[in-house]
């Protein structure tokens, strides 16, 4: 184990995998106060990263939950986490100041409701035990969760004409405003099933929820809208280009090149923390400007989190990943939490695992 590789402690069976932090994202992970996870959903996993406080090492905390993507972090400390059929919610059993193991943090699922298979992508949670809004990729549309429901649908584009299991038009981001949503990306404006794999190079929009009308057009494979201290962001995943889109004008203006296909963004001050991907060999990955720009550099695509500075568009740090996990899609800060780990279903740990609630008499 060299200087900087990670202290891992991975769930049982897992798979081999390797995690290579550039020489100064631990330290700025350790700065932060802060802690990382992500989603992949070709391994089926959500990792937990954060920084042992008496070694200085990354601690890498992973568990399985099949076809795993959407993580959202909501304001009152919960998870939120998308899998193949299911979305759950977790909840952290420790009190503040508490500590088990090294932890500082232990995420419990508390409640997981049964969706169906019906493609979550981005997940946004809020406080106060209400339901999440998240998108709905296979009936494009947003959508919450009710006690009778697979799931109440919110909103869909004006150009979808009704509510069908069709993905016609890859919703596939949402970006909020307080607890409002206010953009979503579509990687193109169509109406019949799987119709959008036809305009992935340049049929990408993003859209105005409260208006329904496009704010940016001409975008390739648009993912991950987000809105930071008053700019709204995204990733051009079909050109492998982060940026920001004036939303006036509609003009998306790149911040920088990241060599991979490229989801799953969150902010830490004025750092904006992505996810990269190697592109599959398939249908949806295959023809994009993206592998000519790879090409033109010189580089073959990585598997990776990136740290991209704001102001000046450097990728200052990075957690590159190798072996078994070769895709991401969603990425998530965890603030005040330093050493987060999380249960799984594979072990008897969770068996035991019991959190009461304090007396509370009927009546």
Known sequence: MTEDAAETKPAAE??????RPSRTFTPWLAGTGASLGFTT??????????VNGETGRLSVFERSFPRCMGLGAGPDGALWLSSLYQLWRFENVLEKGQVREGYDAVYLPIDGRTTGDVDIHDVHPFAGGRPPVFVVTRFNC???????????????????????AEDRCHLNGLAMEGDKPAYVTCVARTNVAGAWREHRREGGVVLDVASGEPVATGLSMPHSPRLHQGELYLIQSGTGEFGRVDRKSGKFEPMCFLPGFARGVTFVGRHAVIGVSRPRKDRTFEGLALDERLAKEGVSPTCQIAVVNLDTGDVEHGLEIDG???????????PGVRRPMIIGFRTEEIRFMVHPAPLRPLG
């Open 14 to 19: 897992a798979p081999k995998l390797e995690l």
């Open 142 to 164: 947003l959508a919450t969760l009710d006690w009778k429901h697979s799931f109440v649908p919110v909103w869909k584009p004006p150009f979808v004409d009704r509510i069908a």
């Open 324 to 334: 078994a996990v070769q895709e991401l899609y969603d990425v998530t800060l965890i």
């Open 41 to 50: 959903y070709q391994a089926g996993k959500i990792f937990l990263i954060g």
